[in-house]
């Protein structure tokens, strides 16, 4: 923070984290299913194949934002007409993000289109067959789709994940491929902080009010029992800002995170040099300052916020606003002067 002789209150940040790993092993299911109502009868019967597995993934094992590609090889078993206005629909499960062109191989005269997370190629190779000029497929071609899963929960470690895709062909039963990928989700804990200054600056003068607002949020790929918020880091250290030129005043206002019960509220007793709780709150209640210890005497603030269940929700974060008034030093700056401190949220 900053006090001018006319101007004065700036603010400071802190966090810390760890890094998520995501691994996918993977299993692929064809099967074909018909015959289909679609067939039609004056075309020599053909029959349509799809299979459908992950490439370039390492041993079937990827790291979240890793790219590798759904693979798709569809072919036409044919006496006299090959597979006519064949066409492939692969529907991408939300979890995953298609990152670039969807490819086709093997062929030529192919149309592939993406909508959302679902590809559709259509095949228009010239066919000669029992009824004249068609479009289709004959042979086999190899569908590449680039794909990159998500963010996840921890809490969708050893999830399953199913991709289905269809083939169909109008003198053909239809056949579905199903890739089955099972996500393997590291833990990481991260907690994210801010801090800010209303007004962002004020007045030399003794008993000037700002208030401190801090904001807390559990940036964890988890649900997490504990969201911690301290001001400042080391509150034992000198110069201590809640010691000059700056003293708390009052009793903090907070929103609760979401899915925690609880919350104790701490001061740092300069005195003493030790933490001094409060009676633990149910949520969503009040919190109050610590008795027995002097307002002069408190040198920095702590909130604990707990979840019996370890429910406090990813994302969740609580905001905590505090008044502190100028002291009696703030008079003797005579030029504008900057107070840092350093705030730190924990999980």
């Given at each position: 923070?900053?006090?001018?002789?006319?101007?004065?209150?700036?603010?400071?940040?802190g966090?810390r984290?760890?890094?998520?790993?995501?691994?996918?092993?993977?299993?692929?299911?064809t099967?074909?299913?018909?015959?289909?109502?679609?067939?039609?009868?004056?075309?020599?019967p053909?029959?349509?194949?799809?299979?459908?597995?992950?490439?370039?993934?390492?041993g079937?094992?990827?790291?979240v934002?890793?790219?590798?590609?759904?693979?798709?090889?569809?072919?036409?078993?044919?006496?006299d007409d090959?597979?006519?206005n064949?066409?492939?629909?692969?529907?991408i499960?939300?979890?995953?993000?298609?990152?670039?062109?969807v490819?086709?191989?093997?062929?030529?005269?192919?149309?592939?289109?993406?909508?959302?997370?679902?590809?559709?190629?259509?095949?228009?190779?010239?066919?000669?067959?029992?009824?004249?000029?068609?479009?289709g497929?004959?042979?086999?071609a190899?569908i590449?789709?680039?794909?990159?899963?998500v963010?996840l929960?921890?809490?969708?470690?050893?999830?399953?994940?199913?991709?289905?895709?269809?083939?169909?062909?109008?003198?053909?039963p239809?056949?579905v491929?199903?890739?089955?990928?099972t996500?393997?989700?590291?833990?990481?804990?991260?907690?994210?902080?801010?801090k800010s200054?209303?007004?962002?600056?004020?007045?030399a003068?003794?008993g000037?009010?700002?208030?401190?607002?801090?904001t807390?949020?559990?940036?964890?790929?988890s649900?997490?029992?504990?969201?911690?918020?301290?001001d400042?880091v080391d509150?034992g250290?000198?110069?201590?800002?809640?010691?000059?030129?700056?003293?708390?005043?009052?009793?903090?206002?907070?929103?609760?995170?979401?899915?925690?019960?609880?919350?104790?509220?701490?001061v740092?007793?300069?005195?003493s040099?030790?933490?001094?709780?409060?009676?633990?709150?149910?949520?969503?209640?009040?919190?109050t300052t610590?008795?027995?210890?002097?307002?002069?005497?408190?040198?920095g603030?702590?909130?604990?916020?707990?979840?019996?269940?370890?429910?406090?929700?990813?994302?969740?974060?609580?905001?905590?606003?505090?008044d502190v008034?100028?002291?009696?030093d703030?008079?003797?700056?005579?030029?504008?002067?900057?107070?840092?401190?350093?705030?730190?949220?924990t999980?």
């Open positions: 923070m900053t006090i001018n002789s006319t101007r004065g209150l700036g603010g400071n940040r966090a984290g760890l890094a998520a790993a995501v691994a996918l092993a993977a299993l692929t299911l099967t074909v299913v018909g015959p289909s109502p679609a067939i039609a009868a004056d075309f020599s053909a029959r349509i194949s799809l299979d459908k597995s992950p490439t370039e993934a390492d079937k094992v990827v790291q934002g890793e790219v590798f590609d759904w693979k798709l090889t569809v072919a036409c078993d044919f006496t090959a597979c006519v064949a066409t492939v629909v692969d529907h499960p939300s979890d995953f993000e298609i990152t670039g062109e490819t086709v191989d093997g062929v030529t005269d192919v149309t592939p289109t993406v909508s959302g997370n679902t590809i559709t190629v259509v095949f228009s190779q010239a066919l000669t067959t029992t009824q004249g000029a068609a479009t497929l004959k042979g086999t190899t590449s789709v680039p794909v990159r899963l963010d929960d921890y809490q969708d470690d050893g999830r399953i994940f199913v991709n289905e895709a269809t083939a169909t062909a109008a003198n053909s239809d056949a491929a199903e890739g089955q990928v996500a393997s989700v590291d833990l990481s804990l991260e907690a994210g902080v801010t200054y209303a007004p962002e600056s004020n007045l003068l003794a000037e009010q700002t208030t401190v607002t801090l807390a949020t559990n940036n964890s790929n649900e997490v029992g504990t969201l911690t918020v301290q400042p509150p250290a000198t110069p201590n800002p809640f010691q000059s030129p700056l003293q708390l005043s009052g009793d903090p206002v907070v929103t609760w995170p979401s899915g925690a019960t609880s919350a104790v509220y701490s740092y007793d300069v005195s040099g030790t933490w001094v709780a409060a009676v633990p709150v149910d949520a969503p209640g009040a919190l610590p008795v027995g210890v002097a307002p002069s005497d408190i040198g603030l702590r909130i604990v916020f707990s979840s019996a269940t370890g429910s406090i929700g990813r994302g969740a974060s609580s905001t905590v606003s505090v008034l100028n002291t009696s703030a008079t003797g700056i005579t030029e504008p002067t900057h107070f840092p401190n350093t705030v730190r949220a999980v």
